[in-house]
């Protein structure tokens, strides 16, 4: 079992910036890749970001490319750096935990174990 707990989110206006962080405990070694998804109201969870349990290789939704950047610390928190933000990007953000069978870095919600409770991101314009 792996354990995920966000904290980070809140109100921000437009072209202001949040880090989201999720710290992780738990069999955090058998999983290869952690990630970040959002599901804003009335629309379906999708990907935002992942990253490699090494920290090595990271991959990111064209949405959120070039403003977005995904880290880890090596007391198992992963983090969201989220600058430039847009109303759009108004959602509730969770971490996630790959399947550990899943051994490749992947953007799929389905291959996704274990997932934190979520954080409110609200961005005004």
């Known amino acids: 079992q792996v354990q995920l707990v966000e904290s980070g989110g809140g109100l921000v206006q437009a072209g202001g910036s949040l880090r989201l962080s999720c710290a992780a405990s738990?069999?955090?070694?058998?999983?290869?890749?952690m990630g970040w998804f959002r599901q804003a109201p009335g629309k379906e969870r999708e990907f935002v970001a992942a990253i490699t349990w090494s920290g090595g290789s990271t991959l990111y939704a064209d949405a959120v490319k070039g403003r977005f950047t995904i880290s880890k610390n090596v007391q198992n928190t992963v983090y969201l750096q989220m600058n430039s933000l847009k109303p759009e990007d108004t959602a509730v953000y969770y971490c996630?935990?790959?399947?550990?069978?899943?051994?490749?870095?992947?953007?799929?919600?389905?291959?996704?174990?274990?997932w934190g409770q979520g954080t409110q991101v609200t961005v005004s314009s």
């Open positions: 996630a935990a790959q399947n550990s069978a899943i051994v490749t870095m992947t953007r799929y919600s389905m291959e996704y174990a274990y």
């Open positions: 738990g069999r955090t070694f058998s999983t290869y890749a």
